[in-house]
């Protein structure tokens, strides 16, 4: 029989100082040709004649195949929007980013709590969410868990599109999150509403409902970024804290 | 009878049935050996319900017009039909007649009562408009749980009623739908290739199989045809898809019985097949590739020899995590005889995937309905006879090696494919595919035109599975069920649709 010990020792650990695990594939995309759109080319609402907004975007590129927007290797320029775009955590910042969430034990006197709230989600974002915290990206070496219920929870994590069935879950599970709070919209769906954008049965992103105070591009956004973007949420409480 | 065009080595059969038929029909078909499907309506002009039967190696799809906006209800003799026929009800207005169970299915509370799909909405939409009535128990020490729509772990939404005597499950009843997105209806007029995109978002993680059956059936609708090595890089994601969804689920039942050494390995596992995903084919999830006609990436000739390598790194330590988990006596005697499933309702519900070849029904999409590779690459369906959570376990396990092993050989083989030509712009026709996803099979119908989708219909295999869930959790204690539940692993996303 397998002994967990043996296992343990033969396989050593799992943890990798690069968040990206040296895979995943940041995009800079931007619109090189905007003489080449036509009506339809995008699936989503992210691309206009001018600008393709990622918050929206699925990543799956139809723009770059029609010529409009140049896809290239890179970190994303964020956009215009009312709240920070979020695109990944990059090896090199990982130091820092440990001394920031080691100043996050004097902003709550413990660890920070998350609390993941799918709103509608294709599960994609849940699985990615799962991912981040397998042994490999393994959230909780920087003090981020996932917690029961939003009494708990400095930031609410929301995955997915609102629908209309979820709306009142959502509105209530904000209010049950006690003060300072802050919630983080992963993934299209839960910023804009993303590729379900004109069905009747949805409200659109979380910020149709809730102040949303961070955004996490993607569909779904990696593990890397899932981190960058709660890392941003614990920085954001800090500063209302010194406020 | 005229032929249906179906996806892959399938023989495929029309039937229109007069009204007053319907039901006869449905049960004649059943004792012909034919397994029901599925079951879905389409309003408009011309009003109809459509139900689709399979045996090895056919599917029939049976279309009866509803002139007067009613068809007789299967649920009383098939309770497989229930959810079917509500939903269609809900989506095009068509009522079952007979059918025993009026409330509302997909709208919840903040739509007004009797809302089909289509009909204005207007106003707050937190507004409560309608209420739902739970099967309600009595007796002396009867109690209910109510759990969700929010769940306390990283899952999706849903709603479980149980009905307990102390620790003992008496009932559990299911409401789910709070993720019902109106895929099925906003896909209509889309894109060929756009029309991929929205439904292999049906369910994230069998992205790859919802893509894959809605492609099939849309390539059969046109009559075209997709070269052999693209087929084999088709076959591949869905086994891609099926390995790491299976890990995650040996993961995911280790850690539900706090043996989270044992789930650490499948996770890592996981984690390290989800990034051969992104290398192949661009995407962890599978997403964003497959497009009716074809591919729009596929691995090069490189990465098919570094796969092909990695592989072989990665069996032992998939024999090593899975010897850790199915030989821990404490993980043994958590799983064994619990949840059990009995084959019986698994037949009357249509349960299907590793739920039903654990209660020993041989139905597998890659043997029955061969479509992708699976003409030239056998599948053999793993069976155990138990039906318990051990026996899902150990069919999830024979699946594991068997997609690794043909992963292997097709990464040997090393099929090379040009991405896909342009976009499918005319032709028209209507055809259906089944693809065995990780839980089971997607069933996809759809009809297309001028390079557009018209109508569509695409089944999750949680569709069916849920109701084999609740089943399951029977005489159980409440704490096993995160463990039942995990066991069967559901798409909710699927399911709502």
């Known amino acids: 029989m397998g002994d967990p010990l043996t296992e343990r020792m033969r396989r050593g650990s799992y943890v990798e100082d690069d968040p990206r695990g040296g895979t995943a594939l940041t995009w800079s995309p931007v619109v090189e040709d905007p003489s080449a759109y036509r009506e339809g080319v995008c699936p989503t609402p992210a691309l206009t004649r001018d600008a393709l907004d990622l918050g929206a975007c699925i990543f799956c590129k139809a723009c770059g195949r029609a010529g409009v927007v140049a896809w290239r290797a890179g970190v994303p320029v964020p956009g215009e929007r009312r709240v920070p775009l979020v695109v990944g955590a990059r090896a090199a910042d990982l130091p820092a980013l440990r001394t920031r969430l080691a100043k996050l034990e004097g902003v709550f006197g413990r660890s920070l709590a998350v609390r993941h709230l799918d709103v509608g989600s294709c599960n994609g974002c849940d699985v990615e969410v799962n991912a981040a915290t397998s042994p490999v990206t393994d959230l909780e070496r920087f003090g981020i868990r996932f917690v029961a219920s939003p009494r708990h929870a400095d930031v609410l994590l929301v995955t997915g599109v609102v629908t209309r069935n979820l709306a009142e879950a959502l509105v209530r599970t904000v209010e049950a999150t006690p003060e300072p709070r802050a919630v983080v919209a992963l993934g299209a769906c839960a910023i804009t509403g993303g590729i379900f954008v004109g069905s009747p049965h949805v409200l659109g992103g979380a910020h149709a409902l809730v102040p949303v105070d961070v955004v996490v591009p993607g569909c779904p956004p990696p593990p890397e970024s899932i981190l960058a973007g709660l890392l941003e949420a614990a920085s954001l409480l800090e500063a209302r804290r010194r406020g | ?497």
């Open chain 2, 1 to 497: 009878m005229t032929r249906l065009a179906c996806a892959g080595r399938v023989r495929g059969s029309t039937l229109d049935v007069p009204e007053d038929e319907w039901v006869p029909e449905a049960r004649r078909l059943q004792r012909e050996g034919w397994w029901f499907e599925g079951l879905w309506a389409t309003a408009g002009e011309r009003p109809s319900v459509r139900a689709c039967w399979g045996r090895p190696g056919e599917l029939l799809l049976a279309t009866s017009a509803c002139p007067e906006g009613t068809f007789r209800s299967f649920t009383s003799f098939l309770p497989a039909a229930d959810w079917f026929e509500r939903a269609a009800r809900d989506r095009s207005g068509l009522a079952p007649v007979g059918h025993v169970d009026p409330r509302a299915f997909l709208f919840h509370d903040t739509y007004p009562p009797g809302h089909v799909e289509g009909a204005p909405l207007d106003g707050d939409a937190r507004a409560q408009r309608s209420s739902y009535a739970f099967v309600q128990h009595q007796g002396a020490g009867v109690f209910e749980i109510p759990v969700g729509p929010i769940h306390a772990g990283v899952i999706e939404p849903g709603h479980f009623r149980f009905t307990t005597t102390g620790e003992l499950v008496l009932d559990l009843e299911l409401r789910l739908n709070y993720t019902h997105k109106g895929t099925l209806t906003l896909v209509r007029g889309r894109r060929l290739d756009h029309a991929a995109r929205l439904l292999e978002r049906l369910s994230g993680d069998n992205a790859a199989a919802h893509a894959l059956a809605f492609s099939s059936a849309a390539e059969a609708a046109l009559g075209l045809d997709v070269p052999n090595d693209a087929q084999d890089v088709r076959t591949a994601m869905l086994e891609a898809e099926r390995v790491y969804n299976h890990l995650g689920d040996l993961a995911g039942i280790a850690t539900d019985v706090a043996f989270s050494a044992g789930a650490s390995h499948f996770a890592a596992l996981r984690e390290a097949c989800m990034r051969w995903n992104a290398r192949l084919f661009g995407h962890r999830l599978l997403m964003n590739t497959v497009v009716p006609g074809g591919l729009l990436q596929a691995p090069s000739v490189e990465a098919w020899s570094e796969y092909a390598t990695a592989l072989d790194a990665l069996t032992p330590r998939v024999e090593s995590a899975v010897r850790l988990v199915t030989e821990h006596s404490g993980l043994r005697e958590r799983v064994e005889g619990t949840g059990v499933l009995p084959r019986a309702s698994a037949e009357l519900l249509g349960c299907v995937g590793p739920a039903a070849r654990a209660c020993g029904i041989a139905r597998d999409a890659r043997a029955d309905a061969p479509c992708l590779a699976y003409d030239r690459i056998r599948v053999t369906p793993s069976l155990r006879s138990g039906g318990d959570v051990a026996s899902r376990m150990a069919v999830k396990v024979d699946e594991l090696r068997a997609s690794l092993g043909i992963l292997r050989s097709i990464a040997r083989d090393a099929p090379i494919v040009g991405p896909a030509a342009a976009v499918v712009e005319s032709g028209e026709g209507e055809g259906i595919a089944a693809v065995e996803a990780s839980r089971g099979a997607v069933l996809a119908w759809t009809r297309v035109a001028d390079g557009r989708v018209v109508d569509a219909y695409q089944r999750d295999p949680s569709f069916l599975n849920w109701r084999g869930l609740q089943q399951a959790v029977h005489r159980n204690i409440v704490p096993d069920f995160p463990l039942i539940n995990k066991s069967f692993n559901l798409s909710y996303s699927g399911s709502d649709a």
